[in-house]
């Protein structure tokens, strides 16, 4: 009498060979200066590096997707009250590419004229914005 399979315990090892391969992920990521690497080569060490001093020394943010490129400047209080409020008025993809036109240095277009390129985008720049929220508690 055959035993049929159990979708439970195949499921848990599907899940826990994904999550092995996700930490050693985590194991080789690639350094800053690699990341950056690519971003020099296209616009230029001192470019770059002008562009950080004209924004007080804080961190530009570089966006790449396949082969495009994009460098945002960082984003100031004013900024993210804006697009806190297109949110609200206009929907979250219409906020962001308001606050990403805001940003713009310097990049590729299709970036932004690409719809699969656009979500993409969409998603790192929504994820950056919502990790610039400071922690709080009530008491």
Do not use: C
């Not at 194991?27 to 616009?43: A, G, L």
């Not at 590419?97 to 993409?120: M, R, S, T, Y």
Request: charged share 30%; proline share 4%.
């Amino acid at each position: 009498m055959k035993t049929k399979p159990n979708p439970t315990s195949d499921l848990r090892s599907v899940f826990a060979n994904r999550q092995a391969k996700e930490s050693a992920k985590v194991d080789s990521e690639v350094s800053i200066e690699e990341k950056r690497k690519p971003f020099i080569d296209r616009f230029g060490a001192e470019k770059l590096d002008q562009w950080k001093k004209e924004y007080g020394g804080r961190q530009l943010i570089y966006l790449k997707h396949e082969n495009d490129m994009a460098v945002l400047r960082p984003p100031t209080a004013d900024d993210l009250g804006e697009y806190m409020m297109s949110i609200g008025t206009n929907g979250m993809s219409k906020a962001v590419a308001f606050i990403l036109e805001q940003l713009w240095l310097e990049g590729d277009h299709p970036l932004v004229e690409d719809e699969d390129k656009f979500i993409a985008v969409f998603l790192q720049i929504n994820n950056l914005l919502e990790g610039k929220k400071a922690d709080y508690f009530r008491f």
